[in-house]
């Protein structure tokens, strides 16, 4: 059973930097296509933000987080990475990351929640104005 585990949130100041990781274990990491989702405080759904392809090839960004947020992998590491910098307030969330067997790319799918097989627990970003 693949397990994900978030770490890298924190409190920021608005035009900061963190760096989230998702550390997979349990399964072969490479197979997995690997998304970052978030929920911020006060919503009941999870916001797709970026995907990245088995390879590391492909990535995929919402529109709010393009030129600001980079989604990066290390298979040898079993690790996911997002780079977020000049953060803003409406940044603020819960971050999860997800991961799914299938390396279909079409947005429509891979920006669906209810498309992947597997979750971390959350790692909270809290951006301050």
């Known amino acids: 059973q693949v397990q994900l585990v978030e770490s890298g949130g924190g409190l920021v100041q608005a035009g900061g930097s963190l760096r989230l990781l998702c550390a997979g274990s349990?399964?072969?990491?490479?197979?997995?296509?690997v998304a970052w989702f978030r929920q911020a405080p006060g919503k009941e759904e999870r916001e797709f933000v970026a995907?990245?392809?088995?390879?590391?090839?492909?990535?995929n960004y919402f529109d709010s987080v393009k030129g600001r947020f980079t989604i990066s992998r290390d298979n040898a590491k079993n690790t996911v990475f997002l780079q977020m910098n000049s953060l803003k307030p409406e940044d603020t969330a819960v971050y999860y990351c997800?991961?799914?067997?299938?390396?279909?790319?079409?947005?429509?799918?891979?920006?669906?929640?209810?498309?992947?097989?597997?979750w971390g627990q959350g790692t909270r970003v809290t951006v301050s104005s």
């Open positions: 349990g399964g072969t990491f490479r197979s997995l296509t």
């Open positions: 997800a991961a799914r067997n299938s390396a279909d790319s079409l947005y429509s799918t891979i920006a669906k929640p209810d498309r992947y097989n597997y």
């Open positions: 995907r990245v392809s088995r390879s590391g090839g492909g990535t």
